[in-house]
């Protein structure tokens, strides 16, 4: 099996992963769960995604980390990040690798899991300038479990994405 193919596969069990163990976390949704969430659960969603977006392009791995939950759990293709500073660490690592030039990130829904969870789905794109200056497009999808904590705000409690295939 070829690399990228034995990849495809890891990220596609992560995934899977993520989503059976979010909705395990989040209780059973009773039958009476809506289909959306209410407006002030998709307006603090959708401005902790702009804050996400604002501090990806100032690679500020802090205020990433402080968007997710003290006790985040997100699997990768390698390894399973557990806790805001591991999440933190594995950003800062990830900006290493070049300077994002672009980040755009799109919510196809957000259903609420219970009391005080979501679940969102969406795609985000993403543009790093290589070490030559070269811009370097990558897309795909993800999957957040969202949870309110105490304080009010709603964190990343856990999540994963995936790269599409590059395009020809």
């Avoid at 070829?2 to 979010?22: D, E, H, M, Q, Y």
């Avoid at 289909?35 to 802090?62: C, F, K, S, W, Y």
């Avoid at 969102?120 to 999957?143: C, F, L, N």
């Amino acid at each position: 099996m070829t690399p990228p193919r034995r990849i495809a596969r890891l990220v596609k069990a992560a995934f899977g992963s993520a989503v059976s163990l979010g909705l395990m976390a989040c209780g059973k949704p009773t039958a009476a769960t809506p289909e959306t969430v209410g407006p002030e659960v998709r307006a603090a969603i959708d401005a902790a995604n702009a804050e996400h977006q604002a501090a990806m392009l100032r690679q500020d791995a802090a205020a990433v980390a402080a968007l997710y939950a003290e006790d985040v759990t997100s699997p990768t293709a390698t390894e399973i990040i557990r806790g805001r500073d591991a999440k933190r660490r594995i950003t800062e690592a990830r900006f290493g690798g070049g300077k994002v030039i672009a980040r755009y990130d799109s919510t196809d829904l957000v259903r609420p899991l219970g009391d005080g969870y979501a679940l969102e789905i969406g795609r985000w794109s993403a543009t790093v300038a290589d070490s030559a200056g070269r811009p370097v497009t990558s897309e795909g999808r993800y999957v957040v479990v969202w949870r309110r904590d105490p304080d009010g705000a709603w964190r990343v409690l856990s999540d994963i994405g995936n790269v599409a295939p590059a395009k020809p």
